[in-house]
């Protein structure tokens, strides 16, 4: 067959990496590669790959992919080699890639040296029966390369058209990732197709906004580099002042999803001629707002601004529309016509054409429709069909209607039409009210609690800060009551997938997070808690703290629908009976006057005693809420709204300890300050320990700190990373918990509730534990019946079974506070040697020595050892926790100077 989509796609390739050799190729992580560099790069790594031969099983190779030299490299030396490849995001959590390795068959893993680390946790995922991935190294810098030339980048494979270019591994109805195959035949087809409508040229400089792991990114890869043009790579850093970093890197060529637009538009980018270098705007992956791109027009004048749209199944993208060539004639831009050798049809259930105007399915036909499902041919067959005049087709699941000028507009997915109170509901059509009333905002309509039949109302929600109540005004006068959101809520920034787009599902969690009352907010009178489960049954969109503040419950949202089921469900669940003027009374009623009207009903006779054993029911339930600690929350609302604060006027070096509660009463600020004994100027010591918070929650903490920094542009001089033997146990603390990203929203007003005066995270003492200095020194004696004692010895001689879960969690967080600090270091909290020598140790390997000597060698973060301290019985409060007497301003000093000993023996600083 003949091999021609690989050789077009190859030798265009080969030669701008063999030719152009001071040509600009890739700018990334701050080092600029010329194609000479690159080729050089991919010439020497090619040369460790087997080569694709006709007859034999086409090598599968994955690649380490994130915003490093390394991903680029291994894309086109796989590429160039004649392997399909497999991108594995380092973000992503470590048993969904050693799942995509094993379902993609790849016999090799190309890792970058900042990868490998990550690369170790995938691989410890792997189930024991497949034979391990042979692992490649690649440097990340040009000087990794410099012995190396282009002159041997290999020949070209001889591959069939048929064989795969690459797997991308897209999310599973049934939680298996499930992997698109791509073949080479198909990619060509892409590529040809744009070349004819996307007219990039040598000396473009593109934009690289995408995940490595997102087809869109492939774009950007194979059209740069096949046409000699520049590929530049925004850092994490860069994302958060985009606009800026647009001009600064003088982009010609700029392509992202439409999330991204929104957020330029957020940080007031979008001003009228405010990107003159670009010649070209595409969007992709989201239906892109008509005023969006208006903007966009606006902002870069001397631009083609377009909206280009096709599922991963279709190879990237497969059709477009230009803004300016057509009437755009709704809310969001059309998808327009088909890429040429591509087809767009909107059919009926029988799968017969639809005549222009009206709604129906998608399907997309042509050369760039994948093979189907990598080893799954039940999922091929029900989604790529043949129609009936023979052509074979994708379903996409889309909605959609052809325009008679031959221009397709999508509607929505299937999934976005729900049925809501007899009515069907188009969520794209109250998105659009949504966004007139908030003048074009970013904004999403969830159905509530969730879709299907559990749907019981709509949620609005707006990123950015707006007026929910005046918004609600405005829908009001557009949109039927049928179809108004039950509740508008405004978000500070709305969550992203791994490819940059809105992600619903963890919006709905944050809105459903702060729609739960805080801990120490439960109602903790029965009837008030039980009237309020009777609120949020009736009206689950509604806000509860709201609807117990406002004057009525039809004040605090819920609407006449919902008030309706709620009296039938105090009739069922309280015994009251209400005729048509208890009904108006009782809408006229605040929360609190109607718990006052159930408490009198229950003392009372008759109907009300059906109430009995339910109410004891709820006796029990919420007296398990309201004993729950409450420090935990509180204190980290405190962090969460005092931090950002301190980082504001802080005017020295800054080290922050991070870690739970041995953090919390093992570090004194002032102490350590006071211990410091480096003269390059004066340091900023502070106290972010969060008691009972699990190694998932403390993850979030570290991403707070790291965004909070990364906003203003600050570094850490120090972290402190504590280590905690065991948090990342398969037996960890009783009552630890995981944080709600609602927990830290950065510079938020909170009205807290009290709690003791040593949880506060003070902002004067820096988050210091406010120990009574009168309080006595506890002690406790070995008490080896007592399993949390017999525990914590156990772990420190060695005896730890170790959750590699709650370890990845730990893992994710020290590499956030790695990314600001100029010096992370971890440290376990010493335990009492006393008491540690007492208890006998147990047989077999020392666990913890093994695993410190992995964080160590494997991942290469310092670890300050814990048996250098120097402590005693009387610095301890209990068998691991000093005390404020003396032992925590003992253990803080010695760390102080244990770690700038070590940032001495590494010669940084002054």
């Given amino acids: 067959m003949d091999p021609a989509p690989i050789s077009h796609i190859a030798t265009r390739l080969r030669g701008h990496l063999c030719q152009s050799s001071t040509v600009p190729a890739l700018e990334v992580a701050g080092h600029v590669w010329s194609y000479g560099q690159l080729g050089a790069a991919v010439a020497q790594l090619a040369a460790r790959l087997p080569q694709s031969a006709p007859g034999e099983s086409q090598p599968v190779t994955a690649v380490m992919v994130q915003r490093e030299a390394s991903a680029f490299i291994g894309i086109l030396a796989a590429h160039l ?27 090799r893993v190309i890792c970058g040296d900042l990868a490998a680390d990550r690369l170790d946790s995938i691989l410890a995922h792997l189930s024991k029966s497949p034979a391990r991935p042979e692992i490649i190294a690649c440097g990340e810098r040009p000087v990794d390369y410099a012995d190396a030339t282009s002159d041997v980048l290999p020949r070209l494979p001889e591959v069939e058209p048929e064989a795969l270019a690459y797997i991308l591994f897209t999310s599973g109805s049934t939680g298996t990732p499930k992997g698109v195959a791509v073949s080479w035949a198909n990619l060509a087809a892409y590529l040809d197709a744009t070349e ?15 995940d490595l792991n997102f087809d869109l990114a492939i774009h950007d890869v194979l059209v740069a580099f096949s046409r000699g043009a520049t590929l530049v790579v925004p850092s994490d850093r860069d994302f958060n002042r985009i606009g800026d970093w647009l001009r600064e890197a003088a982009i010609t060529c700029w392509f992202s999803v439409p999330t991204l637009g929104f957020q330029m538009r957020m940080q007031g980018a979008l001003e009228p001629g405010a990107f003159t270098s670009l010649r070209s705007v595409l969007f992709c992956g989201e239906p892109l707002p008509a005023h969006l791109a208006a903007e966009w027009r606006a902002a870069a004048p001397n631009a083609s601004v377009e909206n280009w749209y096709g599922p991963t199944e279709a190879t990237i993208a497969c059709a477009r529309f230009v803004l ?34 009206h709604a129906g399915d998608l399907y997309i036909t042509g050369r760039q429709l994948a093979q189907g499902y990598l080893n ?27 325009r008679a000028d031959g221009h397709v507009v999508f509607l929505g997915r299937e999934d976005s039409q729900i049925k809501l109170r007899g009515h069907r509901i188009e969520l794209g059509e109250v998105e659009a009210a949504l966004r007139r009333a908030t003048d074009g905002a970013h904004v999403a309509v969830l159905p509530w609690p969730g879709g299907g039949a559990g749907t019981r109302a709509l949620i609005g929600a707006v990123e950015g800060p707006y007026d929910t109540d005046r918004v609600m005004e405005r829908l009001v006068a557009d949109l039927p009551d049928y179809m108004r959101p039950a509740e508008v809520v405004a978000r500070p920034a709305f969550p992203r997938n791994a490819s940059g787009k809105l992600d619903r599902k963890a919006l709905a969690a944050e809105i459903a997070a702060d729609q739960a009352l805080p801990e120490g907010e439960v109602p903790e009178d029965p009837v008030a808690a039980a009237l309020l489960d009777a609120v949020r049954t009736a009206a689950p ?3 509860p703290a709201r609807a117990m503040s406002a004057d009525s ?33 009782l809408a006229e009623m605040s929360f609190a006057d109607i718990v006052q009207l159930l408490r009198r009903h229950a003392r009372g006779t008759g109907p009300g005693a059906c109430l009995g054993a339910w109410m004891r029911t709820l006796v029990a339930r919420f007296s398990l809420l309201v004993r729950k600690p409450r420090v935990r ?9 005092r931090f950002p604060r301190l980082l504001d006027r802080a005017d020295a070096h800054l080290v922050v300890a991070v870690g739970s509660s041995g953090v919390f009463r093992s570090f004194d600020p002032q102490a350590f300050e006071r211990a410091w004994p480096r003269p390059d100027g004066p340091i900023l010591a502070v106290n972010a320990g969060l008691p009972a918070v699990s190694p998932k929650g403390l993850a979030l903490v570290a991403r707070f700190i790291r965004d909070e920094c990364r906003v203003r542009g600050m570094r850490l001089r120090l972290c402190l990373w504590e280590l905690d033997p065991l948090h990342i146990s398969t037996d960890p603390p009783a009552g630890d918990v995981n944080l709600a990203p609602s927990d830290l929203r950065p510079g938020t007003r909170r009205t807290l509730p009290q709690v003791a005066s040593e949880f506060d995270w003070s902002l004067e003492a820096r988050g210091a534990w406010l120990a009574d200095p009168d309080q006595p020194v506890e002690r406790r004696r070995p008490n080896w019946a007592r399993a949390r004692d017999r525990g914590v010895a156990d772990a420190f001689n060695g005896a730890l079974t170790i959750d590699r879960a709650r370890l990845d969690d730990w893992i994710h967080g020290a590499r956030m506070l790695a990314d600001i600090s100029d010096r992370l270091l971890v440290y376990i909290h010493p335990p009492d040697p006393a008491m540690i020598a007492e208890a006998a140790p147990p047989e077999g390997p020392d666990r913890l020595a093994e695993l410190l000597d992995e964080i160590t060698d494997g991942l290469g973060i310092e670890v300050l050892d814990w048996r250098d301290f120097d402590l005693g019985p009387a610095d301890f409060m209990d068998i691991n926790h000093v005390n404020a007497v003396r032992g925590r301003a003992r253990l803080s000093a010695q760390l102080a100077i244990r770690a700038a000993a070590r940032i001495a023996a590494k010669g940084e600083g002054a």
């Fill in 81 to 107: 080699c004649g392997h399909a490849f497999v991108p594995l995001n380092v973000a992503h959590p470590a048993a969904r890639s050693a799942r995509v390795l094993e379902l993609s068959g790849a016999g």
């Fill in 196 to 210: 004819t409508v996307f007219p990039a040229r040598p000396g473009d400089r593109h934009s690289q906004t995408f």
């Fill in 324 to 357: 300016g060539e057509a009437p755009v004639g709704g809310e969001t831009v059309p998808i327009g016509r088909a890429f040429p050798g591509s087809g767009l049809r909107v059919l009926d259930t029988t799968r017969r054409p639809l005549p222009s105007g």
């Fill in 376 to 402: 799954d041919p039940g999922r091929t067959r029900a989604a790529f069909v043949t129609l009936d005049d023979g052509t074979r087709a994708y379903r996409t699941g889309d909605r959609a209607l052809m």
């Fill in 541 to 543: 969109a509604i806000s």
């Fill in 553 to 585: 419950l039809l004040e605090g949202g819920m609407d006449s629908l919902a008030f309706i089921a709620f009296t039938i469900l105090l009739e069922d669940r309280f015994g009251l009976k209400l005729d048509q003027d208890g009904v108006v009374r």
């Fill in 633 to 641: 929350l509180i204190r980290t609302n405190q962090f969460a709204e």
